[in-house]
């Protein structure tokens, strides 16, 4: 559609410029609620020491989610879409000069939470990446696709959940799989930090390979 | 706009058409995976005995849901939007002859899972009802204001899990009351059955005042 067309040639632009700054680029999604800003947080604390990071936070309304990330230090800029219920890429270049690119090595995108059309939007990132919380079922995969088949990593969060749930994990993965043969999944807890180092280790030797 | 005026005429239709079957009609709406088919479950197994209940369910793609629906042994359709995040009026219409609206008292329309664009979209109910999980956290009210105004009643689920969170309940509520003074709230777990009882108390004064 037209919307679409547009759309990618802003993303392009973006594209360039985050290329130009040497800058590595992660669209973060998921429903609302799977732990998105937690994730960022935690994985803030520990890629800080090697690497300059910096944060855009998609919301319908509110600044809550970059107050918290505010607290770890980085630079974060928060978007109001004022109802839309996705990020495009015409929003994120509007917010770029507001960030310092140059003196960045990685940038997070925290898209709106909504398992469903943020995946249609590039906005000039080098990868999606979507969380999904186990309280959410084993059925996501079939039943909402386009975003499990869009992005590069699917971080499985909550996981210390798993004792008081009766979710087919295996199922998960396997149905995860069937739409994205490639896609690197990591099982993690925001709460106890299990698996976050298997995480920041996968996004620090991507960055290395880029750089 | 244009596409929500249109929405507003078959929306009116739909009306016109639930009000001469005397049929009383919900639409369901959370994120993904809150427990909606859950709640629909567990409500028509209480339900049954007393109402005729059919339901439509409405998914980007898939059946799970509906075959879920179908276990229980009341009438149900299931919708595929292709893509579109949320149900709208003519999507309502175009199934409903493939339904017993004469012998039903009560349809459920579960919405596509997204807490944001569903609640734009009147699609003829009586009333909207959104489900949060105790999982999403407290600070959604904030963040997806919209369902929580559109919403007649709230229901929280999956309140087994409290003991393993550090959700904020209070404030959840007062959040919640703050955007809609008059929305019943419900505390309840599919699982447990706990809290169903005066959820489905609640539908069944509804259903019996308008009758
Ligand atoms: N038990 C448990 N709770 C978690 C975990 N990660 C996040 N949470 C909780 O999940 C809720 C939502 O977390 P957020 O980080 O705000 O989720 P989000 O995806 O950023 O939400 P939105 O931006 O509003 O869509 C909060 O109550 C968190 O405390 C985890 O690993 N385990
Ligand atoms: N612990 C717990 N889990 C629940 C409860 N209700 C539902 N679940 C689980 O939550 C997951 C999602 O439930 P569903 O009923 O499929 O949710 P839904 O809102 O219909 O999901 P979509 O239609 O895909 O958006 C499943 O794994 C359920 O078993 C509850 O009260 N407690
Ligand atoms: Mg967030
Ligand atoms: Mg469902």
């Given at each position: 559609?037209?919307?679409?067309?547009?759309?990618?040639?802003?993303?392009?632009?973006?594209?360039?410029?985050?290329?130009?700054?040497?800058?590595?680029?992660?669209?973060?999604?998921?429903?609302?609620?799977?732990?998105?800003?937690?994730?960022?947080?935690?994985?803030?604390?520990?890629?800080?020491?090697?690497?300059?990071?910096?944060?855009?936070?998609?919301?319908?309304?509110?600044?809550?989610?970059?107050?918290?990330?505010?607290?770890?230090?980085?630079?974060?800029?928060?978007?109001?879409?004022?109802?839309?219920c996705h990020l495009d890429a015409n929003m994120i270049q509007e917010v770029l000069p507001e960030l310092p690119l140059g003196e960045l090595d990685l940038l997070f995108i925290e898209n709106v939470g909504n398992?469903?059309?943020?995946?249609?939007?590039?906005?000039?990132?080098?990868?999606?990446?979507?969380?999904?919380?186990?309280?959410?079922?084993?059925?996501k995969p079939l039943k909402y696709p386009l975003m499990f088949q869009q992005s590069k990593a699917l971080v499985i969060n909550k996981i210390d959940l798993l004792p008081h749930l009766d979710i087919d994990m295996e199922s998960l993965k396997e149905r995860a799989r069937a739409l994205n043969r490639d896609m690197e999944i990591f099982e993690v807890s925001c709460k106890t930090s299990e698996g976050l180092e298997s995480w920041t280790t996968y996004l620090t030797g991507l960055i290395n390979s880029t750089h």
């Open positions: 559609t037209r919307i679409l067309e547009a759309n990618e040639r802003i993303a392009t632009e973006n594209r360039r410029l985050f290329k130009e700054k040497g800058l590595f680029v992660v669209n973060l999604m998921s429903g609302p609620g799977a732990g998105k800003t937690s994730l960022l947080v935690r994985t803030i604390e520990l890629l800080k020491p090697h690497l300059r990071v910096g944060v855009i936070e998609g919301d319908i309304t509110g600044t809550e989610d970059a107050e918290r990330i505010q607290s770890t230090g980085v630079p974060v800029v928060q978007i109001n879409t004022g109802g839309a398992l469903v059309c943020p995946a249609e939007f590039n906005v000039g990132e080098d990868m999606k990446v979507m969380l999904l919380s186990v309280t959410e079922g084993e059925d």
